[in-house]
């Protein structure tokens, strides 16, 4: 393995060193500077972080040193709300079962067309918040839920990341 290289002053680049036994090169033209290759050991990795392997050129030193940098990553996106998951376990709940069973008024009725428009929406990811929110609080405005079935619909939401943009109450 070559512990030199050849750094071309008229075309910025490196070029291989033309010995295989890194001895000094007989009338080497003088566009060309010897560099020793400088190899750091990689660094571990670390939770959060990229690494990246950065080689660079000193000509002050005469090296050609492949180093390492440490990269933060991004932070993840935060999670989005998960319409048909919410919807499909929603569906197979306690809750779901104990609205549907209640007595029909003309109210309780509206307000699940309104519900389920709002959620269809959202499901064909045409999510409009302020409906969506808007249909939660009139619909549970039409039925009395036990603790049980709040605990449920809570759990549902956070479940599903709804509860990042929903609440179950106004504020």
């Known amino acids: 393995m070559n512990t030199f290289a050849l750094w071309d002053t008229i075309d910025q680049k490196i070029l291989s060193y033309p010995r295989a036994d890194d001895q000094p090169v007989v009338n080497l033209d003088p566009r060309y500077v010897v560099l020793r290759i400088i190899k750091e050991a990689r660094p571990d990795d670390v939770e959060g972080f990229t690494v990246r392997q950065r080689l660079t050129v000193d ?16 932070a993840p996106p935060p999670p989005q709300p998960n319409y048909v998951g919410f919807y499909s376990d929603l569906l197979a709940s306690a809750t779901y079962q104990s609205v549907i069973g209640m007595p029909a008024t003309a109210e309780l009725a509206r307000a699940l067309a309104v519900f389920v428009s709002a959620i269809q929406d959202a499901m064909s990811y045409r999510v409009n918040p302020q409906a969506m929110q808007g249909a939660i609080w009139l619909l549970l405005g039409q039925v009395a839920l036990t603790d049980e079935h709040v605990a449920e619909l809570t759990e549902l939401m956070a479940t599903h990341h709804l509860d990042l943009t929903y609440t179950l109450t106004p504020a």
């Open 59 to 74: 000509l002050d030193a005469l090296e050609w040193r492949h180093g390492w940098e440490l990269i933060e990553l991004p």
